[in-house]
């Protein structure tokens, strides 16, 4: 069975700096998605990037990337130049073939100081 | 990207007591799913909500505590039924397009239950 680890509860970054948050994966199908969402206070759920098992390169989207090695298994995110509203939880999560569920890790929370 | 609403936003509702939480997709959305998030932990998935058809359900949760409909491609209810205070959660619905491996699921605002 598909598993998200996240081993990181809580990390507190300086503004302004790059932030990398860990996710590791654990599956044995050849075909999946690998996703990263964020979660303020209000408690919807932001969706910020994707990352197919097919994909070469690593997705970027805007400030966030997700460093993909396959080999390893791991999704890490990284966010560029950190913010104050970046401050929040944030779940790796995998799609679970079909019909596209998705399992969701422990979270990590994010704090950023000014 | 997908839009998606969900009402009441929040709630505070007596022991024993029922709930319905609607959940409103545009029309890109084909899948519709229910989670439940209990209080500092990640997302569960309650069950995946099917037109016109039963909801197919996770294990641990079952259709008499949570009834599910989904009468039409893009509108969903969710039930909490005879809710005791550990219903206390945020219940949120996600849409799918695609139903793939690659499908990005978005998620609606979520609706936070408080059951005294």
């Known amino acids: 069975a598909q598993k998200i680890t996240q081993t990181q509860p809580g990390m507190f970054v300086q503004e302004k700096e790059a932030v990398t948050l860990d996710c590791t994966y654990d599956?044995?199908?050849?075909?999946?998605?690998l996703f990263w969402y964020k979660q303020p206070s209000s408690g919807e759920m932001i969706f910020l990037i994707y990352?197919?098992?097919?994909?070469?390169q690593n997705a970027t989207e805007g400030r966030y990337s997700l460093n993909f090695q396959k080999a390893r298994k791991s999704a890490n995110l990284v966010i560029s130049a950190s913010q104050l509203g970046d401050s929040a939880m944030y779940f790796c999560?995998?799609?679970?073939?079909?019909?596209?569920?998705?399992?969701f890790g422990s979270g990590t929370r994010l704090s950023i100081r000014p | 990207s997908a839009v998606i609403s969900q009402k009441p936003s929040r709630d505070i509702c007596q022991r024993g007591t029922s709930l319905t939480i609607q959940c409103q997709v545009d029309?890109?959305?084909?899948?519709m799913f229910w989670y439940r998030q209990q209080p500092g932990q990640s997302l569960t998935l309650i069950a995946t909500?099917?037109?016109?058809?039963?909801?197919?359900?996770e294990s641990g949760f079952v259709i008499d505590k949570f009834p599910i409909s989904r009468p039409n491609l893009t509108f969903s209810t969710l039930t909490v039924s005879n809710m005791s205070p550990e219903d206390s959660s945020i219940y949120l619905c996600?849409?799918?397009?695609?139903?793939?491996?690659?499908?990005?699921?978005?998620f609606g605002p979520g609706t936070r239950l408080t059951v005294l």
């Open positions: 999560a995998m799609s679970d073939p079909p019909p596209s569920k998705i399992i």
């Open positions: 599956t044995s199908d050849q075909s999946y998605g």
């Open positions: 990352q197919g098992s097919y994909d070469e």
């Open positions: 029309s890109q959305v084909t899948m």
């Open positions: 909500a099917n037109q016109g058809s039963e909801a197919t359900y």
């Open positions: 996600s849409g799918g397009t695609s139903g793939g491996i690659t499908d990005t699921q978005y």
